[in-house]
């Protein structure tokens, strides 16, 4: 199987700084691209950000200048650097994978647990 493990969620004051990790483990061949996601509630799911396993990184325009993603392909993880929060970045964010596993072909999707993120004064 394969299986994301999130961390670094937490409750920040605007302004303030949080770092989320996503560690893939399991019968991985290879990874594709990695990425995250938000859901807040009364809000739809929304692409935060991705990067691939060529390093390319694409954002949403809300978080652009404010979030960096990156990877540690050898560590199999992947980080979101969150920086400037705002009260509207409030959610759950679910990291998410595309890769094909050991003695497949094609890609699959996986999803993590989802990790709270609160910005609140």
């Known amino acids: 199987q394969v299986q994301l493990v999130e961390s670094g969620g937490g409750l920040v004051q605007p302004g303030g700084s949080l770092r989320l990790s996503c560690a893939a483990s399991g019968s991985i061949f290879s990874i594709y691209a990695m990425g995250w996601y938000r859901h807040a509630p009364g809000n739809q799911r929304e692409l935060v950000a991705t990067i691939t396993s060529g390093g390319t990184s694409n954002y949403a325009d809300s978080v652009k200048g404010r979030f960096t993603i990156s990877r540690d392909n050898a560590k199999n993880t992947v980080y979101l650097q969150m920086n400037s929060l705002k009260l509207e970045d409030t959610a759950v964010y679910y990291c998410?994978?595309?890769?094909?596993?050991?003695?497949?072909?094609?890609?699959?999707?996986?999803w993590g647990q989802g990790t709270q993120v609160t910005v609140s004064s």
């Open positions: 998410n994978l595309i890769a094909s596993r050991l003695g497949f072909t094609n890609h699959y999707e996986y």
